[in-house]
């Protein structure tokens, strides 16, 4: 599920769905440093794992998300291998990267009170995904996947589209794309890792899982919310 509502209670409700995840989003949503501390807490009450993706360049929030207890941040236009190096960096302890210690949240939240408990394992567990959605990120994308410090990569489609088509035009579900979001799928599984994408509608989401995306979003909460409240007043009215 996406959450652009930056609410507790209605990341909570999203959360008590059949979702598995919530995505927490500050880069087009709402969500702010508060409300991501304030709203991982009812998404890991109400049964679903917290995501959180941080807005461009904001490798810091990536830390602080992981201290709030995110299980996974999601960083948008990771253009180059620099960016996806930087990115790691923020996510990872060393040796692998350089994230400062303060998980205090988290290890609450996991029911850890032994620091190195938390710290051993949080490298493995914590998981830091790569957003590729410009014809750079695809370019260099078997060198982004071979990072230790990245585990999965999310597949923008909306401004992948946006690129892919020399700036013509933005259709996230352009059918002309689907060979390209495959061969991106399969990239990340050969590499031993996993691929995300976001679904506009049911239908989307299905068409990607069948080209071999296994984390997929479905439309935003707001998105959600509509659809369920006309379905329901229709079928009322019928
Ligand atoms: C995109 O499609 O560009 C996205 O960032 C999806 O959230
Ligand atoms: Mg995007």
Known sequence: AWSTLPDPLLAGVLASTDFDVVTLDMQ???HSDDSILRCI???IQNGAHPVVRVPVGRFDMASRALDFGAEAVIAPMINTLGDAEDFAGFMKYPPLGARSWGPTRAMEFQGI?????YFQAANSETLAIAMIETMGAFAQVDEILALEGI???FVGPADFSIGWSGGEFINAQHEG???ILRELAAKAKTAGKFAASFGMDADHAKSLAGLGFQLIAISIDAGCLKA????MVSAARS
Do not use: F, K, L
């Open 41 to 43: 807490g009812p998404v």
């Open 113 to 117: 009170g032994d620091a190195n408990q």
């Open 228 to 231: 369920g409240a006309n379905a």
């Open 28 to 30: 087009h949503g709402g």
């Open 151 to 153: 585990d999965g990569i």
């Open 177 to 179: 794309m689907t060979e």
